[in-house]
């Protein structure tokens, strides 16, 4: 009852299960079933026995059972072992943007779903019937949900300019499969004069599978340059800088680093050092 119930169309399409092969998924559902519900089944028959004082099943069917139970468990560690052998080497892939230094950035999270025209049609969302209102993603976290696969780095420039390079990491079978894989990753980011806004997931293009798919962003401006950093960010994306303590904008959902010569460092901490040493 469990597996007819929790096999849908849709199923195969949320993680941990995108990282299935197509041709793998009926294998995997029957061994899966036969390594499960024998020992179940042990379990009831063992109770009757206990309950009854009698047996259930000969000894010929138990070896019967035990045989289908052995071949069910072996065809699980096959499947299983196809499967990591899908992530066996690592291809990587670099695109890298020059875009107009401003004295001071503000870093956002763009966080509305953008849905293909087929998601659209399916789900019956249409601009007209919206209304001015955007839908959103939601980031509570949840067994089902891909991993944050999204990574941001703000480093310092060398050459004074400001670009933005994104990584694109996927794995595979082999590399050429493992490089296809990340030249079907899908990442978008939006500039506006001095606004950054980066969206907190990737896409992948149809029919593709779950193969560890990653995207880091890393972002170099000159040493001086201010940014205004929404605390999103953490929420949202792979961004591990330390929490920056402004007590003057604890009301503010944004928080003021500047880029020193050592480093990305919080504005309110440099002038507390500042004040403390004069």
Known sequence: AAF????????????????????????????????????????VLFAVRVAFNKKAINKSLSFALLVVWLIGVGYSVYYTAKITSE????????????????PTYVIDVDKSVVFSKADSLSLQIANNNLDGRVIYDDNDDHPFRVPRN???????????KTTITQNYESQGKTFAIALRNAQNIKYN????????????????KQ?????NQEVTVTIKVPVGTHLFLNDKLYNYLNFYYYSCDDYNERNSNYREWVMTEEGLKCKAELDRAKQNNP
């Open 4 to 43: 007819l119930g929790f096999l849908e169309a849709n199923t195969f399409e949320v993680w941990p299960l995108s990282v299935i092969n197509e041709e793998f998924r009926d294998g995997i559902i029957l061994s899966a079933f036969v390594t499960t519900f024998i020992p179940i089944l042990v379990l």
């Open 87 to 102: 992530f066996k080497e690592h291809a990587e892939m670099v695109k890298t943007d020059e875009i107009k230094t401003y």
């Open 189 to 204: 980011y939006k500039q506006k004069d001095s606004l950054l806004t980066l969206n907190p997931r990737l896409e992948l």
């Open 150 to 160: 999204v990574r941001v780095l703000i480093t310092k420039s060398e050459n004074n």
């Open 207 to 211: 029919e593709s599978i779950w193969r």
